[in-house]
């Protein structure tokens, strides 16, 4: 696999998922209510700990993309140049 198709795949990692975030983050912010009715069905949550648990999985799933799609593109693209 040459660094062209490695930083290619990356590229579309990074846009896949920066993708699914945006879908997250605007879906919580537009139906939190929805979100939080299904959730708390499903789990024993109280709103604030439903809040946090969201903010949570934001924040760490923002700083996964980064570092494990982001930041190997960023290298592989400074090699191309």
Request: hydrophobic share 55%; glycine share 2%; with cysteine.
């Amino acid at each position: 696999m040459d660094i062209f198709l490695r930083s290619s795949f990356l590229k579309w990692c990074c846009i896949i998922n920066f993708s699914c975030l945006v879908f997250s983050s605007l879906a919580i912010s537009m139906m939190p209510g929805a979100i939080y009715r299904v959730h708390s069905q499903l789990f024993n949550l109280t709103r604030q700990s439903f809040n946090t648990q969201v903010y949570q999985f934001l924040g760490i799933y923002k700083v996964l993309i980064l570092i494990f799609n982001f930041a190997p593109f960023l290298a592989l693209w400074a090699i191309q140049t």
